[in-house]
């Protein structure tokens, strides 16, 4: 069974303090992983797709990394208004079609 | 362009009446996907179809719950007797399918309340 674990469950920053969240998964075999993030009363809003171990792609002062084991979300000098809960999904190759299964977050919180 | 479209954004009801929530994918999109979210849960795909046509609906809880997508612009979720159990937000989400990774894009979602 295709599984997404994220750490840690919440996390909280003061502005400026660069940290980074994990999305550890395990998988038949991997299509694509999925960065997205959820502010609250709103619907998961996309920011990355990475496909292979190595790749990294990078918006403003968020940057995600994928290995074959895990992925993480690199935050750079954080601002409060990057708080928000940040989730991870994952899409397989066989037997999953089109369905992500996703983690449960990381809920950050970055402070004045 | 418009994102997906939900409604109605927050539902409350009694145990045992019927819900029925809506959705209306972005335009061009050929996949659609219904998610609940809890706090305990956390967001679990309930069923999805592919052009129309459902794909997958290991999710589904149970009977009560059944979803239709009568054409490329509309679908809903449907729960008959509605429990308290049912409480969650509602999410629909669409994606092109058919390339080699299909990104979902998400609606704002429905906030459904069961007493």
């Known amino acids: 069974e295709d599984q997404v674990t994220q750490s840690p469950e919440a996390l909280r920053l003061q502005e400026g303090e660069s940290s980074s969240l994990n999305c550890s998964y395990t998988v038949s075999g991997l299509r694509g992983l999925f960065w997205y993030r959820q502010d609250p009363g709103k619907g998961p809003e996309f920011l990355f797709t990475l496909y292979s171990a190595g790749e990294e792609k990078e918006k403003e002062r968020l940057k995600a990394t994928l290995t074959k084991k895990e992925s993480f979300l690199h935050i750079t000098a954080p601002k409060p208004e990057d708080s928000a809960t940040y989730l991870c999904?994952?899409?397989?190759?066989?037997?999953?079609?089109?369905?992500?299964?996703f983690g449960t977050g990381t809920q950050l919180k970055v402070e004045l | 362009d418009a994102g997906v479209i939900q409604s109605p954004r927050h539902e409350v009801t009694e145990m045992g009446q019927e819900v029925t929530l809506r959705c209306k994918p972005i335009s061009g999109h050929n996949s659609l996907f219904w998610y609940r979210q809890t706090m305990m849960r956390g967001l679990e795909l309930l069923i999805y179809?592919?052009?129309?046509?459902?794909?997958?609906d290991s999710g589904m809880p149970e009977d009560r719950f059944s979803a239709k997508m009568p054409n490329a612009s509309f679908s809903t979720l449907k729960i008959q007797p509605s429990e308290p159990r049912d409480s969650a937000v509602y999410f629909c989400a669409s994606s092109l399918a058919g390339g080699p990774v299909n990104t979902q894009y998400f609606g704002p979602g429905t906030r459904l309340t069961v007493l």
């Open positions: 179809f592919n052009n129309n046509v459902p794909i997958d």
């Open positions: 999904a994952v899409q397989v190759v066989t037997g999953g079609g089109n369905k992500l299964t």
